[in-house]
């Protein structure tokens, strides 16, 4: 799954391909990845430029002259950037602009959607409006007054967008392990200094994966010319049976609600 370093190479790639072009047809292959009545989606989206491309959470919001469009790829998404009309089972959308090009939206989980806003309305629109601050933007007494009234595990509420936007499995063990908290501790059990360990160790990890592109691991792959590289500066996430790169202890694999994480029990005592 893509998670904000991804989504923002995403957005940082899309602009240099796609600004300023103007959309002349729009066809959906696939309705349910409209969160919007398919047939004004198609219509509204006529003759708007991409005026630019920005990133709420991780949600690609793209601006145009009288909407937002707002996409969030869940599990699968990706973008495909052509200079001819091409079309696979797994493309669900395809954008044609006035130049030739042609954006394809591929997803082969179907989860992504994609929806219209108009620009007075967006942080109302159903995609953003329950979404947390970003690590980048939190405060540790605003953190911790969210925890605190969780009894989950730390891992699990640090995965919560309503909690804290554009964390996901991958960065939040890597997180954890940096601020040698064990995933399975309890949310409130996290102080208040804890909580700013987290907030800074979030910020220095996402800096640096999407300075390197993002994570490329599994089924995710930037579709767009661009290979994440954060994967080589992986710390447990991924180590299962290998050294803790601290202690030298051998980094285990759990389950925390269903999630696959992993963690160094020495350094991230419970």
């Avoid at 920005?54 to 990706?78: A, N, P, Q």
């Avoid at 050294?243 to 020495?266: D, E, N, S, W």
Wanted: some cysteine; aromatic content about 10%; charged content about 25%.
């Amino acid at each position: 799954m893509p998670e904000l370093p991804e989504v923002e190479t995403v957005v940082q790639t899309l602009k240099n391909l796609i600004l300023n072009k103007k959309i002349i047809k729009v066809d959906v292959f696939w309705n349910n990845i409209i969160s919007y009545d398919v047939n004004k989606f198609k219509d509204e989206l006529i003759n708007q430029h991409i005026i630019d491309i920005k990133r709420i959470g991780k949600v690609i919001i793209f601006e145009l002259d009288d909407y937002y469009m707002l996409s969030h790829l869940r599990m699968e998404g990706k973008y495909y950037y052509y200079n001819k009309y091409v079309k696979d089972k797994h493309t669900h959308v395809i954008f044609s602009f006035d130049d030739n090009s042609f954006l394809n939206y591929h997803d082969t989980r179907k989860f992504g959607k994609l929806s219209l806003s108009f620009k007075t309305n967006l942080m109302n629109h159903p995609f953003i409006k329950d979404m947390g601050k970003e690590p980048f933007d939190i405060t540790s007494q605003e953190l911790f007054d969210k925890l605190k009234k969780k009894s989950i595990p730390i891992k699990t509420a640090l995965l919560d967008q309503h909690i804290i936007a554009g964390l996901g499995n991958i960065y939040v063990d890597e997180v954890l392990f940096l601020s040698k908290i064990n995933p399975l501790r309890k949310a409130n059990e996290v102080s208040i200094n804890e909580c700013q360990t987290i907030i800074d160790n979030c910020i220095i990890t996402l800096n640096k994966a999407i300075a390197l592109g993002g994570t490329t691991i599994r089924s995710y792959t930037s579709s767009l010319g661009v290979t994440g590289r954060f994967q080589n500066e992986l710390l447990v996430h991924t180590k299962e049976n290998e050294a803790c790169p601290v202690c030298h202890h051998r980094i285990i694999k759990i389950k925390v609600h269903g999630r696959g994480t992993y963690l160094c029990p020495h350094c991230q005592e419970k």
